[in-house]
């Protein structure tokens, strides 16, 4: 998985949920990996707050013709 430019970073504490969603929509995109295509695929996130960069991961492994059959975190936070 790739971040481009205005990917998710440090910082993300002090920003809204709203702003969180906007600095992180289209921002990630699955690239050196061979095979995606029709694979299951796991997305695992360290913490997930708003939970916008697990979504966006999802939506990244699906364009590139993945599946994905779980979402795992370590920590959640209230938001």
């Given at each position: 998985?790739?971040?481009?430019q ?13 702003e969180?969603?906007a600095a ?7 690239t050196?990996?061979?095979?995606v295509?029709g694979r299951a ?7 997930v707050a708003t939970?916008v960069?697990?979504a966006?991961?999802?939506?990244a492994v699906?364009a590139?013709?993945g ?7 370590v920590?959640s936070v209230?938001?």
């Amino acid at each position: 998985m790739h971040g481009g430019q205005g990917a998710v970073h440090g910082g993300q504490k002090e920003r809204s949920a709203v702003e969180r969603v906007a600095a992180t929509v289209g921002t990630l995109s699955v690239t050196g990996v061979t095979g995606v295509t029709g694979r299951a695929v796991v997305v695992v996130d360290d913490v997930v707050a708003t939970g916008v960069t697990m979504a966006e991961a999802v939506r990244a492994v699906r364009a590139a013709g993945g599946r994905v059959v779980r979402c795992v975190a370590v920590a959640s936070v209230d938001d």
